[in-house]
């Protein structure tokens, strides 16, 4: 196939392959969001401000893993919860997109609106969501039935309330014998109670990783050791994304890997890591290979955080181009 990710065969052609052999993709996103992101210029606090410019997105990890993958020629199917005039908003967006979902629906509330001022250092208030009862926790859950050996299913975000802190790892703890690839992109208790079930991947950043066990990471040196004790713990591979130091796998094999990122301009973090993660299930995929799938997903979460929005198939396969040929300057 080639050294790179097989979108090279052409989208078409990748889907059709990925389709003949049944491999389902399914990422879930407890708490999805319509984003609204807008600039206003001089922005003063307790006065009214005008926007200059706006856009209304829809947000989510895992709605953010399944948006790279299909970029990269793979189809996936969005589940969650979704309620309300929002709720339908979310979905007809991504059906629009081409983005296939399975959304539970729930009776009252509504899915959340989150406000993201562009340039006011980051600045964001991020909406509750709605309450999820057990009616419609028990029909997410059914979703996950047909999955079954060499399927992926990606975990992603933190867990809403009234759902408990180990929601995940009851979801692996049914899926435990089928051989389905599971990834969890979580933090604190969420993600340190789904290890003794063994996910495929894990993949904290290096703030996270430093707040689950309290200590002062900095750089991919220090990192390591509780990436591996992540392993130690239950999971096969832990990938640590470091924003510009770039990134670090500890890979199931038993061996490291880490690179700087590529060299570009940030414009946009946000959905960056949610975009490694797409891009390193898309080059496992592919290639059943850690090295490859490291590089995808290096140059899929710089990709994203060179662009406004999240990564295109074609700023990927450029940045991973340049990383093959040991040019990440």
């Known amino acids: ?68 993958l299909q970029r990269l020629g793979l189809p996936s199917t969005a589940l969650g919860f979704v309620a309300g005039f929002t709720g339908e908003e979310i979905r007809r967006r991504l059906d629009a997109m081409g983005l296939a979902t399975d959304f539970v629906s729930v009776p009252e509330g509504f899915s959340r609106i989150n406000c993201k001022l562009k340039n006011a250092e980051g600045t964001e208030i991020n909406g509750c969501g709605p309450s999820v009862g057990e009616k419609e926790v028990s029909a997410l859950v059914q979703k996950l039935d047909p999955l079954t050996r060499g399927d992926i299913l990606v975990l992603s975000g933190s867990i809403p309330k009234p759902l408990p802190a180990d929601f995940y790892a009851r979801i692996l703890a049914r899926l435990s014998g089928r051989g389905v690839l599971t990834v969890v992109d979580a933090t604190g208790a969420s993600l340190l109670a789904a290890l003794p079930y063994h996910p495929f991947l894990v993949k904290p950043n290096i703030d996270e ?121």
């Open 1 to 68: 196939m080639g050294r790179f990710f097989a979108y090279r065969m052409g989208e078409r052609e990748q889907t059709r392959r990925f389709r003949k052999e049944k491999i389902m993709i399914y990422t879930v996103t407890l708490n999805p969001s319509l984003d609204y992101l807008f600039t206003v210029e001089d922005f003063k606090l307790g006065m009214t401000n005008r926007t200059t410019s706006e856009e209304l997105l829809p947000g989510g990890k895992g709605i953010n893993v399944s948006i790279v």
């Open 209 to 329: 990783l430093s707040a689950l066990f309290g200590a002062s990471l900095t750089d991919r040196a220090s990192a390591l050791p509780y990436a591996r004790e992540l392993q130690r713990r239950g999971a096969e591979n832990v990938l640590v994304s470091l924003g510009r130091e770039g990134a670090l796998l500890s890979a199931g094999d038993g061996s490291v890997m880490e690179a700087a990122a590529p060299k570009g301009k940030l414009i946009n973090a946000v959905g960056a890591g949610d975009s490694m993660v797409a891009g390193f299930v898309a080059g496992w995929l592919e290639s059943r290979n850690y090295a490859h799938a490291f590089r995808m997903g290096l140059a899929a979460g710089s990709a994203s955080a060179f662009s406004e929005h999240l990564a295109e198939r074609e700023n990927v396969e450029q940045l991973l181009s340049r990383m093959e040929n040991g040019r990440n300057g």
